[in-house]
């Protein structure tokens, strides 16, 4: 699934956003109705929450439960009627989406230095 996240990722772009907000589409396209979801901080976090609270408008996905990483994906969720819970009551995800900080050689994501 990774992969072709980052194929996506390092495609040439006249606009520097766009690649985070395809990957962000992308990633969404694996949530499903009833999951409890993982949802990260920042730009391409933020095009998935929009995308999500857009699904769920449209009735295109119901049911879902969001445990947020910060207050501001967490106010941003909740103004778009995402159903919001935490890790202690839900420790157990079926789906956790955030951006990367850098990429590897391999193109693997890499998360805070990989410390
Ligand atoms: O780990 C993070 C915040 O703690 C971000 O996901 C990471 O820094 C990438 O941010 P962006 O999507 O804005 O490039």
């Known amino acids: 699934m990774h992969e072709e996240f980052m194929k996506m990722y390092v495609k040439v772009h ?3 956003r766009q690649p985070k907000k395809l990957v962000a589409d992308k990633a ?13 901080t ?3 976090a933020a095009f998935v929450v929009d995308k999500l609270g857009a699904l769920l408008k449209s009735g295109e996905i119901t049911d879902i439960m969001g ?10 969720a909740a103004a778009l009627g995402i159903p919001l819970s935490t890790l202690d009551a839900h420790p ?15 193109l693997d994501p890499v998360k805070g230095r990989g410390l």
């Open 14 to 16: 006249p606009h520097p």
């Open 42 to 44: 920042g730009s391409t």
């Open 92 to 106: 157990n995800l079926d789906l956790a989406i955030d951006g990367a900080d850098e990429v590897d050689p391999n």
């Open 67 to 76: 445990v947020l990483t910060s207050k501001r994906t967490q106010e941003q």
């Open 28 to 40: 969404v396209e694996y949530v499903k109705s009833n999951m409890v979801l993982g949802l990260g």
